[in-house]
């Protein structure tokens, strides 16, 4: 049974988590997540034991899905997140975004536009826009939701209301 134990605690300790754990501790604190938020008021002192403790508390899981969500006092640009979920949306919708940038409306483009960050404002101006550009966007003989997002933000770029949001991409 000893052997076991031992095992096992071998295994936790060489695990990629934990040394991750580890090296969060010995260079700034365990940081956030559900540990930092539980022990936070014994985070301020600096101790091992109650660092251990939210490291370990964090290494449940609940720390990336705080770090990816921004919560639990983690903070999350969202830049990395954002662009992913633009990907995976023109990559379901790629069709459906092909035609809507055609039309210069839909409710695909409509909602591409809110994933990138378009304001709602602006968002009759952005769909213009992508009409307008509607070629060069697409590049119709290469259209795959990458070129095809490639060829928006270069659009975009060119474009000052929209600059900075291309940038992001």
């Known amino acids: 049974m000893k052997k076991q134990l031992l095992f096992a605690a071998m295994l936790i300790a060489c695990s990629p988590m934990a040394a991750h754990a580890a090296a969060g501790v010995m260079e700034s604190g365990p940081g956030c997540g559900l540990g930092a938020m539980m022990w936070a008021d014994s985070a301020s002192k600096k101790h091992i034991i109650q660092q251990s403790l939210i490291a370990t ?9 705080a770090i990816t969500s921004g919560t639990s006092g983690c903070t999350n640009d969202g830049v990395i997140v954002q662009k992913e979920r633009v990907n995976v949306f023109a990559g379901i919708n790629f ?3 092909s035609q809507e940038m055609a039309q210069g409306s839909g409710e695909h483009l409509s909602s591409l536009a809110t994933l990138m960050g378009v304001p709602v404002e602006l968002q009759p101006q952005f769909f213009a826009l992508v009409q307008e550009h509607y070629d060069a966007i697409l590049q119709a003989q290469n259209a795959t939701p990458v070129t095809m ?21």
Not at 57 to 65: I, K, L, P, R, V
Request: charged letters at 10%; aromatic letters at 10%; a negative charge.
């Open 149 to 169: 997002l490639d060829g928006l933000y270069q659009t975009m770029a060119g474009h000052p209301a929209f600059a900075q949001l291309a940038s992001k991409g």
């Open 95 to 97: 069709d459906n975004l």
């Open 57 to 65: 508390t964090n290494g449940t899981g609940m720390q990336t899905f």
